[in-house]
């Protein structure tokens, strides 16, 4: 990690850190989409009375009313899904970006020397 470390400027060792730092919310938001197909699958297939029985979907869509429920789940599914999509682009641009400026970086400095 130093080597690596060593062959970067300042100004990449922040882009570096930044990278590092958005692939932990990247990480986190594939977690969640993942953990929140669960409870979308829950209210399609079960009794939306029974849905408002467990704590955590009382809690979370408690004050919604059950007729419009299937609308409520799946309009925030899709801007769940929509953000992390959005997310997950910019991310890759950034990473995608800082790769081919290191890459080009690095070639200079070895035909330079």
Request: aromatic residues 18%; charged residues 15%.
């Amino acid at each position: 990690m130093k080597f690596v470390l060593s062959l970067l400027n300042n100004k990449q060792k922040k882009q570096f850190f930044v990278i590092i730092a958005l692939t932990f919310v990247s990480m986190i938001a594939e977690t969640l989409s993942v953990v929140s197909v669960l409870p979308l699958i829950e209210v399609f297939f079960n009794d939306p009375n029974n849905v408002q029985n467990n704590k955590f979907n009382a809690y979370f869509l408690g004050k919604l009313e059950i007729d419009n429920l299937h609308f409520y789940v799946v309009i925030l599914a899709a801007l769940a899904f929509s953000i992390k999509g959005i997310f997950l682009t910019y991310f890759n641009f950034k990473k995608n970006d800082f790769l081919f400026n290191f890459k080009t970086f690095i070639s200079e400095k070895l035909f330079l020397s």
